[in-house]
Structure formats: structure tokens, C-alpha cells
């Protein structure tokens, strides 16, 4: 009994590991996402003024 309790917590715990990288993975790719636009934005403003 002792065995199984301890199998199932690891299991649970591998799965909850795994939906969370797979969440920073998501979030890393919008924060790149928002940077990329944001810097797009900077210069095209910057563009804008200076001509």
C-alpha cells in the first residue's frame, strides 16, 4: 500500500512538472512575440519622426 501511494504521488507530480513547462514555453513565446511588436512599434515611430 505504502508503494502505491508513493507511485501515485510521483505520477501526479511528473504530470503537474510537465503542464507547467509546458506553460513557460507558451508564455516565453508570447513574451517574445509582445517584444518583437513593441520594438517594431519603437521604430516605426522613430521613423515617423525623422523623416
Given amino acids: 500500500m505504502r508503494f502505491f501511494s508513493f507511485a501515485l504521488?510521483?505520477?501526479l507530480f511528473?504530470?503537474?512538472c510537465s503542464n507547467?513547462?509546458?506553460g513557460?514555453?507558451?508564455d516565453t513565446?508570447?513574451?517574445g512575440e509582445w517584444t518583437?511588436?513593441?520594438i517594431h512599434d519603437g521604430?516605426?515611430?522613430v521613423k515617423e519622426?525623422?523623416?
Fill in 49 to 51: 519622426k525623422t523623416e
Fill in 43 to 45: 521604430a516605426s515611430w
Fill in 36 to 38: 518583437k511588436e513593441k
Fill in 9 to 11: 504521488l510521483a505520477c
Fill in 29 to 31: 513565446k508570447k513574451a
Fill in 24 to 26: 513557460v514555453v507558451e
Fill in 14 to 16: 511528473f504530470l503537474s
Fill in 20 to 22: 507547467t513547462a509546458k
